[in-house]
């Protein structure tokens, strides 16, 4: 029986996973893989990794030289990984393509709880206050909503905004070919947009996509959401801009910090990181923990595809959804 050794594991994870699995030996590790703890992976012909686990040269070094022939991304991105280590190594296949609507969903989610200011009329009522004072927001209809990156979670999110009465406007080096979404330029979008929403991967030319001279443009009043990856948004610009009420909002999934941080449990540890500090504590920041892609479908589908990798690299198939080092 073929083994798998499964890093940074969750509870659902495990569930689905185990619901999933009829043929692996799966050995389930809570800790991010990392070169430190590449030995837990010895005797397995796979090890299964997540957004936030150190898969460097060293991790892959290490992993090659005990044998491990595959490395399953259990999600879409990959920028966590030295694909150029890994040539000649290990095959790399990811999950393309999950769930859009779970990621697209939540985006709007997070629109809609920033803009309504849901969390804090929340709080206030568990005190039985009562008060609307503060709590006045903008209605979306008619609004413009800027949208960075155009693959399948973008183009949900557009028909989402477009049901909401929405204006769309576009950006994306490889446009869609949908006829009624209009492209324009980055600055253009900056200027034009009272809602900013990121669905776009993480590469040299989309780090700090948002940075201090995109905010520079933006109307004071914009909403920025990102449910993609964190290093799409100069954190510190962001706070900059929002101490100086240079913009209206944030709604963020992801943190480009989050590796320390997210998906574990730290409310008995004092946090070092200043601006996430920071950034909680505004009234006008929602911060959720990259649970964009937290639903049954979803994970159901991030199970089946993952396996499904697994199976055609075995049966020696075509691996429609390997990562190269030269994509």
């Known amino acids: 029986m073929e ?88 095959k790399i296949l990811r999950v393309p393509a999950y769930s859009p609507y779970a990621v697209a969903e939540h985006a709007m989610g997070l629109l809609l709880a920033l803009n309504r200011k849901i969390p804090r009329a929340i709080c206030r009522t568990r005190d039985f206050n009562f008060s609307l004072v503060g709590l006045t927001g903008f209605d979306l209809h008619g609004k413009t909503a800027g949208i960075i990156g155009t693959g399948k979670i973008g183009r949900v999110f557009i028909d989402i905004c477009k049901g909401f009465g929405m204006k769309v406007i576009a950006n ?53 959401v990102n449910t993609s990856r964190g290093q799409l948004i100069d954190s510190e610009a962001l706070l900059s801009a929002l101490n100086d009420k240079r913009i209206g909002g944030a709604a963020l999934d992801v943190y480009e910090e989050e590796s320390s941080l997210f998906f574990e449990d730290n409310s008995d540890k004092i946090v070092t990181d200043e601006v996430i500090s920071l950034l909680v504590s505004r009234p006008n920041v929602i911060i959720t923990s990259h649970q964009g892609f937290l639903t049954e479908e979803a994970l159901h589908n991030i199970a089946d595809v993952t ?12 691996l429609v959804n390997e990562v190269k080092p030269n994509d």
């Not at 299964?48 to 879409?76: H, P, Q, S, W």
């Not at 980055?186 to 001279?213: A, G, M, Q």
């Open 3 to 90: 083994r798998i050794a499964f890093f940074d594991a969750k509870p659902y994870d495990k569930a689905w996973f185990d619901k999933a699995n009829t043929k692996y030996d799966i050995r389930y590790y809570e800790s991010r893989l990392c070169p430190e703890n590449t030995k837990l992976a010895e005797g397995c012909t796979a090890v299964c990794a997540f957004v936030n686990d150190v898969i460097n040269a060293k991790t892959i070094d290490k992993l090659y030289e005990l044998g491990v022939k595959v490395l399953l991304m259990r999600c879409a991105g990959f920028n966590n990984i030295a694909l150029s280590a890994a040539k000649g190594k290990l």
């Open 172 to 224: 994306d080096p490889y446009p869609a070919e949908i006829n009624d979404i209009e492209y324009v330029s980055k600055d253009e979008l900056f200027k034009r947009s009272d809602i900013i929403s990121l669905h776009c991967p993480l590469t040299h030319e989309t780090r700090y996509i948002i940075d201090e001279d995109a905010i520079a443009l933006m109307k004071k009043s914009v909403l920025i």
């Open 307 to 318: 396996l499904q990798n697994f199976d055609d690299f075995l049966q020696g198939k075509e």
